[in-house]
Structure formats: structure tokens, C-alpha cells
């Protein structure tokens, strides 16, 4: 499995005993390359199916976010940023070249 952003899943339309999985509305999901996220309650629906299915895809054009708070945000994308107001601390979340992994690292 791929190392996701905090609270994104691979998904999967059934889980290990083969029954079908529900997700809630706001639950992002990765398939393919690509980030999605749940516009309603849905299942047996793969992202790729679209709105009508209760899916929209995460926009890879969207704004950097800065985040400032003492823990690091749930869910983190590549170039937000995050200072950490607990120990004075500026964080940029990246993807290691090498392995692929998605990571806060200090600037």
C-alpha cells in the first residue's frame, strides 16, 4: 500500500470477510493515482463512478493550506503547511524521493 496522506484510505469496495463497505460523507479515499472524497453516504461504488455515486475527486490544483496548532493537521496533502505552536516549529509535508513516503519535515 501506498503511504497516503493522514486519513486516506486505499480503497476497496469490500473488506477481509467480503462485505460490502459504507463510507460516510467526508471520507477521502485514494484509487489510482488519485485522491477522492465522499459527497454523501455511499457504498459499492467505486470513485471513478463520480458524483452520481457519491464521489468527487480531490482537486490536485488546490491551494496550499497553512496549518497553525499544536498537533498536525487529520488530513495533510503535499505542500501544506504546518507550524506547530506548541514547540515553535515550521513543517512543510512533502513526498520522499526515494521512497515514495508522505511526510511532515521541519523547514
Known amino acids: 500500500m501506498?503511504?497516503?496522506?493522514?486519513?486516506?484510505?486505499?480503497?476497496?469496495?469490500?473488506?477481509?470477510?467480503g462485505k460490502v463497505i459504507k463510507y460516510k460523507k467526508g471520507d477521502v479515499v485514494h484509487k489510482n493515482?488519485?485522491?477522492y472524497k465522499a459527497t454523501r453516504d455511499t457504498k459499492g461504488f467505486s470513485p471513478e463512478h463520480g458524483t452520481?455515486?457519491?464521489w468527487s475527486e480531490?482537486?490536485?490544483h488546490r491551494v496550499?493550506?497553512?496549518n497553525y496548532n499544536d498537533t498536525?493537521?487529520?488530513?495533510?496533502y503535499v505542500g501544506d503547511e504546518w507550524y506547530d505552536s506548541s514547540v515553535g516549529k515550521y513543517f512543510k509535508y512533502?513526498?520522499?524521493?526515494?521512497?515514495?513516503q508522505r511526510q511532515w519535515v521541519e523547514v
Not at 2 to 17: A, H, Y
Open 94 to 100: 512533502v513526498v520522499n524521493a526515494t521512497g515514495g
Open 52 to 54: 452520481k455515486a457519491g
Open 58 to 60: 480531490v482537486s490536485k
Open 33 to 35: 493515482g488519485k485522491n
Open 72 to 76: 498536525p493537521p487529520e488530513i495533510a
Open 2 to 17: 501506498t503511504n497516503l496522506p493522514n486519513n486516506v484510505k486505499e480503497f476497496r469496495i469490500k473488506d477481509g470477510k
Open 64 to 66: 496550499t493550506k497553512f
